[in-house]
T-cell receptor
Framework: GQQVMQIPQYQHVQEGEDFTTYCNSS?????IQWYKQRPGGHPVFLIQ?????EVKKQKRLTFQFGEAKKNSSLHITATQTTDVGTYFC???????????FGTGTRLTIIP | NAGVTQTPKFQVLKTGQSMTLQCAQD?????MSWYRQDPGMGLRLIHY???????DQGEVPNGYNVSRSTTEDFPLRLLSAAPSQTSVYFC??????????????FGAGSRLTVL
């Protein structure tokens, strides 16, 4: 079945440093979604990318979808304490509504 | 709008006991799903439903049953709890997008411990 992997599993950064998490799917995705889960909370939708090579920005967050639609990345510039949490990518198979989540990257900020 | 409501928030069971995790949404979403979250494993799909009367298995369905008698409700049943089912369970729903781009709204989660 489809597998979605993320690296790294954990990342500890000093406040103000940049952060990047990478997502790789074993199959081609029709779209990729990113979710954020704060400690003790539930996943919350951040963004969806649909087109090959697409880049979207939300303030300090930059999301990319690979040309082959099998990988994606999330980059946070100048991290803040509010960025703490686990970031998940998720994608469906073509013609399949089931959403497969990546293993997540847990971001910790050192003040 | 309450969104997706899960009950209970916490539950402790003994091995072999049965229980039902409740999930209700008030957004008229056709698609509903259950995930479990374990450390280092991400979110794994247990069961999902694309509408009332229709359910299907996800990645880890063994030991769990679901039904969808109404659009609003999607309960998850553990028939005979096992310690391996200790986890945090999330219910999530979405409008159906026939392009496959369902964007999920999650409930707050139910933390289950099986002794």
């Amino acid at each position: 079945g489809q597998q979605v992997m993320q690296i790294p599993q954990y990342q500890h950064v000093q406040e103000g440093e940049d952060f990047t998490t990478y997502c790789n799917s074993s199959t081609t995705l029709s779209n990729i979604q990113w979710y954020k889960q704060r400690p003790g909370g539930h996943p919350v939708f951040l963004i969806q990318l649909v087109k090959s090579g697409e880049v979207k920005k939300q303030k300090r967050l930059t999301f990319q979808f690979g040309e082959a639609k099998k990988n994606s990345s999330l980059h946070i510039t100048a991290t803040q304490t509010t960025d703490v949490g686990t970031y998940f990518c998720a994608g469906p198979n073509f013609g399949n509504e089931k959403l497969t989540f990546g293993t997540g990257t847990r971001l910790t900020i050192i003040p | 709008n309450a969104g997706v409501t899960q009950t209970p928030k916490f539950q402790v069971l003994k091995t072999g006991q049965s229980m039902t995790l409740q999930c209700a949404q008030d957004m008229n979403h056709e698609y509903m799903s259950w995930y479990r979250q374990d450390p280092g494993m991400g979110l794994r799909l247990i069961h999902y439903s694309v509408g009332a009367g229709i359910t299907d298995q996800g990645e880890v369905p063994n030991g769990y049953n679901v039904s969808r008698s109404t659009t609003e409700d999607f309960p998850l049943r553990l028939l005979s709890a096992a310690p391996s089912q200790t986890s945090v369970y999330f219910c999530a729903s979405s409008q159906r997008r026939y392009s496959g781009a369902n964007v999920l709204t999650f409930g707050a989660g139910s933390r289950l411990t099986v002794l």
